[in-house]
């Protein structure tokens, strides 16, 4: 799946000034409420730092991460928001035998619960470690942040944008970049001269601007190279055997989720009511 002389400037991106960040956490809120997600039960200090929740999993689709750090003789805290990072050229798209992700033409990468088989195939393919499984359920899925592409797809930006007052722009990712060009000539004291999201993995739909090292604040390097370029040549290598269990997998779902259909229908006619269609 290339995408190869495709134009990624008009689709809609964050960026993220982490130098504006305050570590209020209200993305995280933000996220949780419109996507109607379950609180956690959690503890400071089990992960890396200061951060509540100390990792993403299927309750958490973004949180704030902490880090300290020693200036002028005095601690300080850094920030900076953990998301998707809506690849304009995503791996776990190009890996998904049900194709259960789609790069929307408005930037997100989306999710289909419906067709997800759980095969994981995502979570290893993703380089950023953000797709995350239903461990906590009897037939679990693969849950992660979509971007609010309910809410962008009418002109609307993502909940956490729309909290931030701060540190996330939300626009034409063309718009966004130059924005943090701007930024960066305008103080450049103050700003690292290197945009994170800008080449990574052929190119993100978040940009982060920092005044540390992307490496010192936890950011994992990326080949700039778009990724379902490795993940096709991978699969080349892969038995036919688990191709053909993954297709199996994938038949055997639309059965279950017939049956489950059917099910349905019959329980809305015995009560006296008619399914809805579609």
């Known amino acids: 799946m290339s995408s190869e002389n495709k134009d990624f400037g008009k689709n809609k991106a964050f960026l993220i000034d982490m130098t504006k960040c305050t570590g209020c956490r209200g993305c995280q809120v933000a996220c949780k409420q419109w996507n109607q997600l379950d609180a956690e039960k959690t503890k400071f200090f089990t992960g890396e730092g200061y951060q509540n929740p100390p990792l993403m999993s299927e309750y958490t689709f973004t949180r704030i991460k902490f880090r300290d750090y020693e200036k002028n003789g005095q601690n300080e805290f850094a920030f900076y928001k953990e998301m998707c990072m809506h690849c304009n050229e995503p791996a ?8 259960a992700f789609v790069k929307t033409k408005e930037g997100p990468v989306t999710y289909d619960a419906k ?21 906590s359920k009897a037939f679990p899925l693969v849950r992660k942040c979509t971007g609010c592409y309910s809410r962008v797809k009418e002109g609307k930006k993502p909940a956490c944008a729309t909290t931030c007052v701060s540190a996330i722009t939300y626009g034409p990712r063309e718009e966004m970049i130059k924005e943090a060009e701007k930024r960066i000539a305008a103080r450049p004291e103050k700003y690292l001269k290197k945009l994170y999201g800008a080449e990574e993995a052929g190119g993100t739909s978040v940009i982060y601007l920092t005044a540390l090292p992307f490496d010192e604040l936890g950011f994992k390097h990326v080949t700039k190279r778009p990724l379902p370029s490795y993940t096709w040549q991978a699969l080349r290598l892969v038995p036919g055997i688990f191709l053909t269990v993954g297709s199996s ?21 015995k009560s006296g009511s008619a399914p809805k269609e579609g």
Do not use: D, N, Q
């Not at 776990?92 to 194709?99: D, E, I, K, N």
């Not at 038949?251 to 229908?265: C, G, N, P, Q, V």
């Open 92 to 99: 776990c798209a190009s890996v998904c035998p049900v194709g």
């Open 115 to 135: 067709r997800c088989i759980g095969c994981r195939f995502c979570m290893v393919a993703c380089p950023f470690g953000v797709p995350k499984y239903e461990w």
């Open 249 to 269: 997998l994938s038949l055997l779902s639309w059965f279950t989720h017939r049956k489950e259909r059917i099910a349905k229908e019959e329980e809305m006619r």
